[in-house]
Structures are given as C-alpha cells and as structure tokens.
C-alpha cells in the first residue's frame, strides 16, 4: 500500500474533523476576506467513512431547543468527502448550542435578508441559537470567508450567513438536495452535518 508522510501538526486536523479522502479548511484571516479554503488530502484510505457510518437516508428538517449559561462560540468550519456522503464540521467552543436544519429556497444574511449571491441546486440552512461568532470586543471567532468553496460530490460551498442577535447562521449549498444528517460530538464540541451525495 502506497503511504504518503502527513506532517504531525496536521494529524490532529484530521482526528477532528473524521473526514475520509479530502477535507478543507478556512484558513486564518489576514485581515483580506478570503473566499476558498486550501485542500488538505490526508492518509486515509479512499473510501472510508468515519466510524462506518452509511450515507444519510431522510430529508426531514431538523429542530433541537436548547438553552445554555452562555452563548457558545462558532470557532469555524471543515468540509470533507467520504463514501456516499460529504460533511461539514462546525467548531465550537462552549456547550452545544439549539440548532435548525432546514430546506430554505435561497441563503440571504441575517439581520439585513439580503440575498447572497452563490449559485446551487439546493440549500439547507443550519441555524444555531444561542450561538456567537465573535469575541467580546467584536472581533470574528470564524474567520475568513463568508462563501468557502468546498466542490466536494454533493456540497458546492459552506456560506457564514450571520452572526447577529445570539444566531448563527451557516448555509450550505448543495449541487442537488438529498438526505442529510445532524450529529452532535463532545471533546471538542461540534455539529456535523452529513449530506449524501
């Protein structure tokens, strides 16, 4: 079997995320917004799913309510491949928050509902409440962006739709609309959203 060496500061990147054949990332901001996420292909097999999971079987919107002491803290998102499914990792710091999985007819900002402009077949919005993604002075926790081209098998792109009155918004745009999943995992918090291809 043909290995390739990963640098060990990466190994951690890819514990995280659980993502198979080729997973992204938004890069530190330097100040200029940045639009596409470098790719980051690590030693998995081809084909591998994290922990043997199958590709999502329903489209049914997704509502969980939920309250915590404090606001959880969007640190950022990862996007990955793997068989029969593609996923998109929300980082946070801080409890989980409440979130919504929903099937909306175009993105568009929170607070102003000003359309934004990324083109898909389809676009499911995730909703997390109570959630910030910005520091206490104001300065962003997720940076870069807000449209992070992923080209993955069925997701086009991750898009920051807000970050206004304790609601983040994450949108992703879809090449077609298909079953998908919300999973929640600890240590470190995250949301994982799996969409089948």
């Known amino acids: 079997m043909n290995r390739t ?3 060990l500061a990466l190994v951690p990147l890819f514990l995280l995320a659980g993502c198979g054949s080729a997973t992204q990332t938004a890069p530190p901001s330097s100040g200029a917004p940045a639009t596409t996420a470098p790719v980051v292909t690590p030693t998995i097999t081809p ?3 994290p922990a043997g999971l199958r ?3 329903s489209t049914k919107e997704i509502e969980v309510e939920r309250t915590t002491v404090a606001s959880p803290t969007v640190t950022g998102a990862r996007f990955g491949r793997h068989q029969g499914f593609d996923r998109v990792v929300i ?3 801080g409890d989980v928050p409440g979130y919504t999985a929903r099937w909306v007819p175009e993105l568009v900002q929170d607070g102003s509902g000003d359309r934004i402009d990324v083109k898909g077949g389809a676009y499911l919005q995730l909703t997390m409440s109570p959630a910030i993604a910005h ?3 104001g300065k962003p926790t997720w940076t870069g962006g807000p449209i992070f ?5 069925n997701v086009q792109s991750v898009v920051k739709t807000g970050d206004f009155e304790g609601v983040v918004g994450v949108g992703i745009v879809l090449d077609h609309r298909a079953p998908f999943r ?3 995992q600890k240590s470190p918090n995250r949301l994982v959203i799996d969409v089948a291809h």
Do not use: F, W, Y
Not at 149 to 153: E, F, K, T, V
């Open 149 to 153: 081209q992923a080209q993955l098998g």
């Open 5 to 7: 060496l990963v640098p």
């Open 55 to 57: 590709p999502p079987t």
């Open 135 to 137: 520091t206490g002075a």
């Open 91 to 93: 980082d946070l710091a």
């Open 47 to 49: 084909g591998s799913t």
């Open 182 to 184: 919300v999973l929640e």
